[in-house]
């Protein structure tokens, strides 16, 4: 954003000024940050080591565990520190790089969940094609496709926010840089990038749930019709993790863009959820539930163990 005016910084108000819901804060961010890292850390380690995981559906989950990583690392370690320290200020240059990336892993982890639903639809409703539909090539493609896109959709909005003129205050009501209550203290004339923002978010989020809900129309359709209540109950597992990280991050995105008049303490609330519980849950609800990654683990866990003695 232009400094084209006395002010250097910007204040993020953050969550609350209570010191003891401060302290309950810190903790429950600390853990669950620990946590997420931690977890999706260790997908990402199982999948570049083991060999039985070199699938393009785990190479999805490695991009996946990422996104997940980056997104919560670029709010969640500043928010901390604003905590602890007491220090809300942030400067330009770093609201304008966390706004860039939050955005950048956001969007681009839409696109994915997208594009892991179609890997479903062709592994459930095409099993005997599937080798030759998502190959390794064509997984690698997808995910350079879901970055790119990414970059493209967010990039013109960035672009006219760093054009933004501040003149009298610094003051963001939240707890990161998001782009609503910046656009709120600028003295520019906001109408033209506020409808970008707006037609951007809108596209990316109705063409990957379609996407999504498309996907699993066909998969559940295709399910039903399964001779063995054996083979539904394992199709039904297969999907299942997905299709709860699939809610909750889409159910969250509702709440906050389809219900504005909502205060703002709740849509700050709702969006530190999506910043620490979401990249959390993760590892939990879709990865480890999968019969060849808990092997995996018990495998690397027997091999540390092993040379622990040793």
């Given at each position: ?146 970055w790119v896109a990414a970059l493209i ?28 209550p910046i656009l709120k203290i600028s ?19 109705i063409v990957t749930l379609m996407c ?99």
């Amino acid at each position: 954003m232009k400094n084209q005016t006395s002010i250097t910084t910007f204040i993020l108000l953050g969550l609350t000024d209570d010191i003891r819901l401060k302290i309950v804060l810190f903790i429950f961010l600390f853990l669950s940050y620990t946590l997420s890292v931690s977890g999706n850390l260790s997908i990402i380690t199982l999948t570049l080591i083991d060999p039985h995981l070199k699938t393009p559906m785990y190479l999805f989950l490695q991009n996946f565990s990422f996104l997940e990583i980056s997104f919560t690392t670029a709010c969640v370690p500043r928010f901390l520190y604003s905590i602890s320290s007491g220090d809300k200020s942030i400067t330009y240059a770093a609201c304008t790089s966390q706004l860039l990336f939050t955005d950048l892993f956001a969007v681009t982890e839409f696109f994915l969940l997208a594009t892991v639903s179609y890997d479903r639809y062709v592994a459930i409703c095409k099993p005997l094609h599937y080798t030759t539909i998502i190959s390794s090539r064509v997984c690698k493609n997808f995910i350079l496709f879901c970055w790119v896109a990414a970059l493209i959709i967010i990039l013109p909005p960035i672009s006219l926010g760093l054009e933004l003129e501040f003149c009298d205050s610094n003051i963001i009501d939240h707890f990161c840089c998001d782009a609503s209550p910046i656009l709120k203290i600028s003295c520019s004339d906001t109408w033209l990038i506020e409808q970008m923002v707006i037609v951007c978010a809108v596209l990316t989020f109705i063409v990957t749930l379609m996407c999504v809900v498309l996907s699993y129309i066909y998969i559940i359709s295709t399910i039903l019709r399964f001779p063995s209540a054996l083979q539904r109950k394992k199709a039904f597992s297969t999907c299942s993790s997905q299709m709860i990280v699939v809610s909750i991050t889409y159910g969250s995105c509702i709440f906050i863009y389809v219900k504005p008049s909502a205060k703002a303490t709740i849509n700050k609330m709702v969006s530190l959820l999506m910043s620490s519980i979401s990249p959390m849950l993760n590892p939990f609800v879709y990865p480890l539930r999968n019969k060849k990654v808990k092997k995996s683990i018990n495998v690397s866990i027997k091999r540390i163990a092993s040379l622990l003695k040793k």
